[in-house]
């Protein structure tokens, strides 16, 4: 009799094991794009003179950072970075050029999407957006879910750019740090629907011989 129960308790914490072990989902795989930036008011009195890059970090870690090569955008202008008012897509309207990949992340991951678009009268480096995305990613502004960062982020743009040469309407035009659980995501994505994060970015602070610019830019969230 002993011997019986002894199996039988066995079974059971097995079966108690395997049953709670396959109900635990699967790691996801995301990628990141951001897709589109419209110009509606410029912060030079010309045509400004665009940036920009995007990085993901993963409980605080970046994991990954893509930088535009001034490519691949939507041709309604002929001199590439040079925008003026309208539309302007990084890469095809189907598949952007500015992307990352989040790897393979859990429910109990939290994840931060951090992207900036300059006006700047020369090239940033690696260095200088790895410095301004660290201080988006550190500072306490935060959206996502549809809410963006950028009405906290936008009195301290020009402290983001610290330490780099600013010249004439140099400048943030639009900035933010979505954030997401894992398992928002996942849930958000888990019948094929693509996240979509459309805002407006206006108010940041600029010279007085400089336009108060006005950005929306749209960043997608898939899975892989």
Known sequence: MLTTRRFVAT??????????????PLPVTYTVRLASATVYDTRSR????????????????????????GKGWDGSRME?????GGLHVFGT???????????????TDTVQIVFQILNSSAPPSSADYESSADRIQRSPCAG????SAWECLAPQ????LAGRPIAECDGI???????FTAMQLRRKTETGDTVTVSNLYKGASAPVRCNASIYGAIVTIARQ
């Open 11 to 24: 079974g059971l914490a097995v079966i108690c094991f395997a049953g709670s072990g396959s109900t635990q």
């Open 157 to 160: 743009a020009a402290d983001l």
């Open 80 to 84: 590439g970075r040079l925008w003026a």
């Open 144 to 147: 996502g879910d549809g809410s």
């Open 173 to 179: 035009v639009a900035a933010d740090k979505l954030v």
């Open 46 to 69: 010309g045509d400004d003179a665009a940036y920009a890059a995007l990085t993901v970090f993963v409980n605080g870690s970046r994991t990954a950072t893509a930088i535009w090569d």
């Open 93 to 107: 309207p189907a598949e952007g050029s500015v992307y990352v990949s989040t790897g393979r992340i859990q429910d």
